[in-house]
């Protein structure tokens, strides 16, 4: 099960996987934007962007670094970064709900049962939202150039048990015993969003 990820292209080529936030122009952007980058993924995947994005399937590099700024006003983060569930849920909602659409946010934090994570996750993607993980801190190795930062969770195979998830622009598997290894030490969030009806 994988959902659309937005797919952006540059002059004509295919070059990233949902957003990067490494495309800002700002220094500190760059260093810290990632929580809007996953807002970005997620407000597409969701079409709250409809008006801009005819086809998530193909989106330049161009609009698609507009779209990432407006989310980053929304989305700004402070001097530590954006490590914060509560704030990420009430600033996305506050961004959908300016677009006319009323959303609900649905967490988990610290999760340290397994199987509860990944029905939260698989819940989420079978009814066709993508989840935003922070990997607060991880101690296993897989994860080192990925500590304090949030990627979108866009999939899951059943079959070879791996979530799939943008970071970076890039596509990456990666196994869930990797990412919910009982004998590391984690401290990891979810969050997806649903209309309220």
């Known amino acids: 099960m994988e959902l659309k990820c ?14 990067n936030q490494e495309w ?26 409809s008006k801009e994005v005819k086809d998530p399937a193909s989106i330049s590099y161009e609009s698609y670094l507009e779209l990432m700024e407006e989310m980053y006003r929304y989305m700004t983060p402070g001097f530590m ?17 300016g677009r006319g659409r009323e959303l609900r946010a649905k967490s988990m934090f610290l999760p340290r049962d397994r199987q509860a994570c990944l ?12 989840v935003a993980l922070l990997i607060w801190r991880h101690s296993r190795k897989e994860f080192r150039e990925d500590n304090w930062h949030w990627v979108t969770i866009t999939g899951y195979d059943e079959e070879k048990r791996t979530l ?3 970071n970076c622009g890039e596509r990456e598997e990666i196994p869930e015993k990797v990412l919910l290894d009982d004998s590391a030490r984690y401290y990891i969030g979810l969050v997806r969003f649903e209309e309220i009806i």
Not at 81 to 97: E, V
């Open 164 to 166: 799939i998830w943008s």
């Open 119 to 130: 029905e939260f996750i698989k819940e989420g993607l079978y009814s066709g939202h993508p």
């Open 81 to 97: 970064g954006y490590p914060l569930i509560g704030k990420f849920k009430k600033d996305f909602i506050s961004f959908a709900s």
């Open 24 to 49: 800002f122009p700002g220094t500190f952007q760059r260093r810290a934007g990632c929580g809007s980058v996953t807002g970005t993924n997620i407000a597409v995947c969701e079409g709250l962007f």
């Open 6 to 19: 937005p797919k952006i292209y540059q002059n004509g080529k295919y070059l990233a996987y949902g957003g």
